[in-house]
């Protein structure tokens, strides 16, 4: 992938709504943790905490975009993160107020990187998968995380609660990506020369993640009416 090229933005451009639809939870869980301490406190444990657990996650995301190297993880990451995608659309909002509160500013931090870590699998996964092997793109992605996570996230969610075709949004980037890792998969590649066939795949793994969210979420909206 050459920089600056169209390829190098549309993989930017997924990068940074894969941040945005996945960065939610993780800043209301950093929120959670850092409720009970001083208001000037909390400020740095955010901060802190946010840092040291994106380094983690840099490591992660990085060593993750070298798993995806060997022949056949692109294809079993890629229906990893149809899944994601589809659980993206149809979860019910999660209650965090289990999330451990604390009160020194260093258990606070440490509660910060630990939750942030468990819950980043579905980010590392799919910013490893759109950035393609480049770690340009990996950082990049990271360093647009941070504000988003710190700053952004909670105006997103109100966002995405009053607009929900956001998280659609988020949805079919998510499966568009698992769709280029299935057929960017070698062990694929004698079939992918076919481009009908390729493309072919990505339209109906897109539009398949769409439409299961999309029936799945009337069924239980149709259902909790009745109730």
Not at 46 to 59: F, N, Q
Not at 74 to 92: H, M, N, P, R, T
Request: net charge neutral; proline share 2%; hydrophobic share 60%.
């Amino acid at each position: 992938m050459e920089w600056f090229s169209l390829d190098f933005f549309l993989s930017l451009f997924s990068i940074i709504i894969i941040d945005l639809v996945l960065a939610g939870d993780n800043a209301i869980v950093i929120g959670m943790a850092a409720r009970n301490l001083p208001k000037k406190q909390q400020k740095h444990a955010i901060l802190w905490g946010t840092l040291g657990a994106i380094v983690i996650r840099s490591l992660a995301t990085v060593f993750v975009v070298w798993l995806l190297k060997i022949p056949g993880l692109l294809l079993v990451g890629g229906i990893l993160l149809i899944w994601i995608a589809y659980q993206l659309l149809v979860e019910k909002k999660q209650d965090h107020d289990s999330v451990e509160s604390v009160t020194s500013i260093g258990a606070a931090i440490r509660t910060i990187i630990i939750a942030d870590t468990v819950m980043s699998l579905d980010n590392v996964l799919a910013v490893a998968g759109a950035a393609h092997g480049n770690f340009i793109l990996v950082v990049l992605g990271l360093l647009i995380s941070v504000p988003i996570i710190i700053w952004g996230s909670r105006l997103f969610i109100k966002l995405a609660d009053r607009f929900p075709l956001i998280i659609y949004l988020g949805g079919g980037v998510l499966a568009w990506t698992a769709a280029k890792m299935i057929t960017d998969e070698k062990l694929l590649q004698s079939w992918m020369d076919e481009p009908l066939l390729k493309w072919g795949i990505i339209v109906l793994i897109v539009a398949g993640v769409l439409t299961l969210g999309t029936l799945k979420n009337r069924k239980t909206a149709a259902t909790e009416d009745a109730a």
